[in-house]
């Protein structure tokens, strides 16, 4: 009787042939999406026992070509159906196609490929599924691909490598790549496409790879598309930037520039992989921004337009597209900081032309002075304080186009604040220090009269801001300590709060060695108010009150610091020299009064008195005339002069009135200088509301033959008279005296570069020639910009002095310290 042998699931005995038929079956009845009937345990039993019975690798190879064939028949198949003319329309033939007819063949194409790919995966797991025993014991003991994996290099190989049939041999993969560009193409020309068809595309290619390591550097999307795209659109918007720099503004090209770039991230982000966002960005950078900065911000309407035009918003592209691909921002920085400079020099410029056109004016009206002079020189006040706000203006511009358009970029105003010191110290206008000096001069005069505390802050803030500008700060300094002092003495400060104020600013900027000398005048100041006040109460205590006694307000100034010798006016002698003032009688006994009082006081001090920094109020009665009734009076007037006006009206006190005195005559009696003796003298007997007195002949020259007498017919409509002397304010210096300011400022700067050099080598000893002239100009710096030959003049003269000596030893010039 025969034996039978149960076949369970681990039978003995398998016929590969009818196992592999009723597999192949199931497979064929998956693909064709007839699936419902099947048993998935069934056929995964069947799977499993040819595994079981080292049939395997068998297995495994009827599956591959099972799927081989199924691809190449059937799907390619399918996927060739979807060819027609208008898809396969190359880039020479596009013309023969429209827009529409081209998209419309895509897309179907698109979604065959789609289909096609969709099913294959679906298809592709449930086999998976179904042989999931030889995949995780054969495969993975043989190191083959999974059968899913391998099936997905089958679809790249079968399909998107399978030849179509246009004249340009491409595969399905190159005509799928063409269609997405084409697509991509419409829709930069305003076209609407189905971003979603292609994304599902897309990710086909991203799950795709070249070969079976599977490897991200080998994904058909990077391999093949996206290597084109980049290419193509490197070549498309290569074109469009010349074609939007031949056509358009340079606004316009930002702005389209800018949509560009936003366009490529959202199609990144919507129809292909971000994975490409960095890489096409780099590619619109380089064609639309990189390549055209310059030519974009050169252009007519480029930079320089926006600026002049205040294009705040169209600046603002510029400067967002020149800082995607430049970190310093260049091009924008270079265009800006040329048109700062282009626009300062316009402004020194016009400063210059309207300053030197009074001289020019004065010079043809055969070299008029007197009024007239005061005239020009007032002029050239009025341009050098318009300057100052010119460059004020041009600064508040900038620094509104940095906050807005640049979006206050700390490298952008660097740039500017470079830009903005070179035309102020622009060695072919060479006054900012002084016109800087006298806007602040202005300001405190009568500029703050009226304003608010935040209005005013707001002033001193900008003249500060200008400050900051000037290389020549100790040249500033100078010209400051001149106008301060004519300011204090001469009262014509709105407030001394907002003087110290102003100072206390200073300090902070630029130290304390720079205001030092600022605040002992302030000090000077407030001694001298309570020597004034001293002095009265000890005239008082010494009897009874004399009703003609003549009160006297004093002012005792330190020597080394008041810059006196600035206010004796053009063309005087320096204070040491100036002769000494003779004084009537009544003012000498005062005079000699307060000298006792003070020596009492301050023993071992010696008193020079400058006449030429007072002033006096003196009460003039002129003769009685008769009025519209019939009746006589006398007219009283209170006329404030200078001292030394003083001192020629009291000449004629005693003089009767019938008689005169002569220029020189004048001059012996009262041993005034000669130039300040003919600017009081035009101020007394030449302007035409302040006659007092009456030259002859009449012009406007004073000439030492010319005779002077009491006016006694003169009359005025106030009763207080201010008699203000020909050029005594703060005005703009003439050639001469700015030369010979600067002569002054460079004998100044030679002690400070000696000292300077001392420091240096008493901390040093020993050091090269260049190292210490590198050294000598960083701690100057903030002062003043000294010339290198000064500074070799000024080492010189310590060798000869013994302060330094050269090593003779040394291969590089260098200097030894001499204790």
Same mark, same amino acid.
């Given at each position: ?280 960005? +780099?590619? !619109? %950078? $380089?064609? /639309? ?10 252009? &007519? *309407? ?83 304080? +318009?300057? !100052? %706000? $010119?460059? /004020? ?10 906050? &807005? *358009? ?414």
């Amino acid at each position: 009787m025969p034996l039978f042998r149960p076949q369970g699931l681990h039978g003995d005995d398998i016929d590969f042939e009818n196992t592999w038929s009723i597999i192949a079956s199931a497979f064929k009845e998956i693909h064709t999406k007839n699936a419902s009937r099947l048993s998935y345990e069934e056929l995964y039993r069947h799977a499993y026992r040819i595994v079981l019975k080292k049939k395997g690798e068998e297995l495994y190879n009827r599956v591959h070509q099972f799927e081989q064939d199924w691809l190449g028949h059937e799907v390619r198949g399918s996927i060739l159906s979807l060819f027609s003319p208008n898809l396969l329309a190359d880039a020479q033939s596009l013309g023969s196609t429209t827009a529409n007819e081209r998209r419309v063949a895509g897309e179907r194409f698109l979604k065959g490929l789609k289909q096609a790919w969709g099913d294959h995966q679906v298809c592709m797991s449930m086999l998976a599924d179904v042989l999931m025993y030889m995949d995780r014991v054969y495969c993975q003991d043989n190191r083959r691909p999974s059968i899913y994996n391998a099936a997905m290099v089958l679809f790249q190989k079968e399909i998107l490598q399978s030849a179509t049939s246009d004249v340009a041999g491409r595969v399905v993969l190159g005509l799928l790549n063409h269609v997405i560009l084409d697509q991509i193409q419409m829709e930069r020309d305003g076209d609407v496409i189905d971003k979603h068809l292609i994304k599902s595309c897309v990710y086909m290619l991203g799950d795709l790879y070249e070969d079976e390591l599977e490897s991200d550097d080998q994904r058909l999307y990077t391999t093949s598309f996206e290597r084109e795209y980049l290419e193509t659109s490197r070549g498309f918007y290569r074109g469009e930037a010349e074609l939007l720099l031949r056509d358009s503004d340079a606004g316009a090209y930002c702005k389209q520039a800018r949509r560009r770039i936003y366009e490529e991230e959202e199609r990144c982000k919507s129809t292909l992989l971000e994975v490409t966002m960095p890489k096409i960005q +780099k590619v !619109v %950078e $380089d064609e /639309l921004i990189k390549n055209r900065i310059r030519e974009v911000v050169d252009m &007519e *309407s480029g930079v320089r337009f926006m600026i002049d035009n205040d294009r705040l918003t169209e600046l603002n592209l510029v400067y967002d597209l020149n800082s995607r691909v430049d970190d310093k921002k260049d091009e924008v920085t270079r265009a800006v900081q040329k048109r700062i400079v282009a626009m300062g020099a316009d402004v020194n410029n016009a400063a210059l032309a309207a300053s030197q056109a009074p001289a020019a004016a004065a010079e043809a009206g055969d070299k008029a002075k007197g009024p007239a002079q005061d005239k020009g020189l007032n002029q050239q006040t009025v341009a050098a304080i +318009k300057w !100052v %706000e $010119d460059v /004020l203006e041009l600064k508040d511009k900038f620094d509104r186009i940095w906050s &807005e *358009s640049f979006q206050s970029d700390i490298l952008l105003q660097s740039a500017l604040t470079r830009s903005f010191a070179d035309f102020i110290n622009s060695s072919a206008f060479p006054r900012s220090s002084e016109y800087i000096s006298l806007f602040i001069d202005e300001n405190m005069k009568k500029g703050i009269k009226g304003k608010t505390e935040m209005e005013i802050d707001m002033v001193l803030d900008k003249a500060i801001t200008l400050l900051r500008y000037i290389q020549d700060k100790d040249l500033f300094e100078r010209y400051y300590k001149k106008h301060l002092c004519r300011r204090l003495l001469m009262n014509k400060s709105v407030s001394n709060e907002v003087e110290k104020q102003m100072i206390s600013k200073m300090k902070i900027e630029l130290g304390n060695n720079f205001t030092v000398k600022l605040e002992a005048m302030f000090k000077d100041m407030a001694i001298s108010e309570e020597l004034t006040a001293g002095f009265k109460t000890h005239v008082e205590g010494l009897g009874e009150k004399d009703p003609k006694r003549i009160e006297l307000g004093i002012n005792v100034l330190t020597s080394m610091t008041w810059p006196l010798e600035t206010m004796g006016g053009a063309g005087d002698d320096d204070e040491g020299r100036r002769s000494k003032c003779n004084f009537p009688p009544s003012i000498d006994r005062i005079k000699r009064g307060f000298e006792k009082y003070y020596n009492q006081k301050h023993s071992g001090r010696q008193l020079t008195w400058l006449a030429n920094m007072g002033s006096a109020d003196v009460k003039a009665v002129f003769p009685k005339v008769q009025q519209r009734d019939g009746s006589t009076k006398e007219r009283r007037h209170d006329l404030n002069v200078s001292t030394y006006g003083m001192v020629i009206l009291l000449l004629f006190n005693e003089l009767p009135a019938e008689e005169n005195l002569t220029f020189e005559e004048i001059q012996a009696q009262t041993n005034i200088p000669q130039n300040d003796l003919i600017r009081n003298l035009q101020s007394l007997a030449v302007a035409p509301k302040t006659r007092i007195l009456i030259k002859e002949p009449m012009s406007k020259d004073v000439k030492p033959t010319d005779r002077f007498s009491f006016n006694e017919g003169f009359t005025g409509k106030f009763v207080k008279i201010k008699v203000g002397v020909v050029s005594s304010g703060n005005k703009v210096e003439s050639d001469r005296e700015r030369r010979e300011t600067e002569k002054k400022n460079d004998a100044s700067r030679e002690y400070q570069i000696e000292a300077a050099v001392v420091r240096i080598m008493k901390q040093r000893k020993e050091l090269l020639h260049q190292q210490l002239v590198m050294e000598t100009l960083s701690q100057l710096a903030g002062k003043f910009k000294p010339e290198v030959n000064m500074i070799k003049k000024r080492i010189e003269n310590l060798i000869e002095r013994e302060y330094l000596e050269r090593i003779d030893t040394a291969e590089m010039d260098s200097y030894r310290y001499l204790a």
